[in-house]
């Protein structure tokens, strides 16, 4: 239920997002991401509004492991705090980072290490496309410090993307 | 499925300026350009690297901050800080508020009704960024793009590059002013037409009026004098 992607500007480098529903192991999860044993990021899907933002916190991450450039443990974690606008690793990991109660996830996975994680989610693999179910609007618009006048100017997506991508430059 | 991201092989370059060049691309699957700003050789490389980092900044802020306030901005989609690029929504079904205005003029239809409210909204536009102390730095009609239909006079600003924010009424006069040389010249005899701007440019930006206005009034001044000198 993956939907992959090829990110060409990285030698063709993959990755996969999928999405799960009725998580019924969170904890289990998040203490497998603790302990160094999952290799793929993990979101709590409600502040996950599209496979754009979630792209443009990988690529992010992808270009920073290649530039010798992370700022936290491993590609996958950079994904983790790249989902946020916020320079706070602790702030970013406990807002997008998968939590003990979290029922529903998006694994991000690169190249092929998708498999081995799936196997410990006790969940329903659903189509990405039904991301909208899950995702938290207003929470979105808290977490990110978005106002309904930036609204006016272009899309939530917009505005989330933009401040992925800006991160380092850019306080809100 | 799969489908393919990142910049393409392919680019095209639209633009060669003295601090950057700018390129069409393909990113995350969306149309993009791409803004480089390249080493200047004659500058110490340090002195360089800082200069071109704070520039950089001061553009993202600046485009933010826009966002921010409701003026219509291009979508940031990635920084690649090492190549001081910034990669942004490549804005589809546009034209310049300058070539607009051009083709209205030269032609002699309907259009020209549509003048007056596309300069209404430049003027709330750039009074909107004033109330909110930013300075845009060069404010030409090329760098407003107008989506289609025109008649919806939905402008975005563009080039960033010399923004700052700044509450000094001398600052927001020069912005104008600079804007009004670029229009007498971009689009002679349309006096009237910028009157319309700084008319809108007034409703929009009502805090510290008066001394913005009469900075402007200075800055004309001190312009055309030094023009008649050489």
């Known amino acids: 239920m993956q939907e992959k992607f090829v990110l060409e500007q990285f030698d063709g480098e993959s990755v996969a997002l999928s999405l799960f529903s009725d998580v019924k192991n969170s904890r289990e999860i998040r203490q497998s991401i603790v302990e160094g044993n999952v290799e793929a990021g993990v979101l709590t899907a409600a502040l996950v509004l599209a496979p754009l933002q979630v792209l443009a916190a990988t690529v992010k991450a992808v270009h920073a492991q290649k530039n010798g450039r992370l700022r936290t443990r491993n590609v996958n974690s950079e994904i983790v705090y790249n989902m946020s606008a916020s320079r706070s690793i602790m702030d970013s990991f406990s807002k997008f980072g998968i939590q003990d109660d979290d029922e529903a996830i998006v694994v991000v996975t690169l190249g092929d290490s998708c498999a081995q994680i799936e196997t410990l989610i006790n969940g329903t693999a659903v189509p990405l496309s039904g991301i909208s179910e899950f995702t938290d609007t207003d929470r979105i618009k808290k977490v990110y410090k978005i106002k309904d006048a930036e609204l006016s100017a272009g899309s939530l997506l917009d505005a989330v993307v933009s401040r992925i991508a800006s991160k380092e430059f850019v306080s809100y | ?230």
Not at chain 2, 108 to 116: E, F, I, N
Not at chain 2, 127 to 140: A, E, P, Q, V, Y
């Open chain 2, 1 to 230: 499925m799969s489908s393919t991201l990142g910049a393409s092989e392919s680019s095209i370059l639209l633009k060669q300026g003295a601090e950057s060049k700018i390129h069409a691309v393909t990113f995350l699957g969306l149309p993009t350009v791409v803004k480089e700003r390249f080493p200047k050789t004659y500058r110490h490389p340090a002195l360089d690297a800082s200069l071109t980092r704070e520039r950089m900044k001061a553009e993202l802020r600046a485009i933010a901050k826009c966002r921010q306030i409701g003026v219509r901005v291009p979508v940031i989609y990635f920084v690649d800080e090492q190549k001081s690029s910034i990669y942004m929504e490549h804005i589809q079904n546009s034209n310049t508020v300058r070539d607009f205005i051009q083709k209205v003029q030269a032609g002699s239809g309907d259009a020209q009704r549509l003048l007056v409210p596309l300069m209404a909204k430049v003027g709330a536009i750039i009074g909107t960024l004033h109330s909110n102390n930013l300075i845009h730095g060069d404010l030409t009609t090329s760098n407003m793009l107008l989506l289609e239909p025109a008649a919806d006079a939905n402008i975005i600003l563009i080039d960033f590059g010399l923004s700052y924010v700044e509450a000094s009424a001398e600052d927001k006069g020069v912005d104008l002013y600079v804007l009004e040389r670029a229009f007498l010249s971009t689009h002679p005899n349309s006096e009237e037409l910028f009157a319309h701007i700084i008319s809108a440019y007034q409703e929009a930006n009502k805090k510290g009026l008066r001394e913005v206005m009469s900075k402007f009034e200075e800055v004309r001044l001190r312009g055309r004098k030094r023009s008649m000198v050489g």
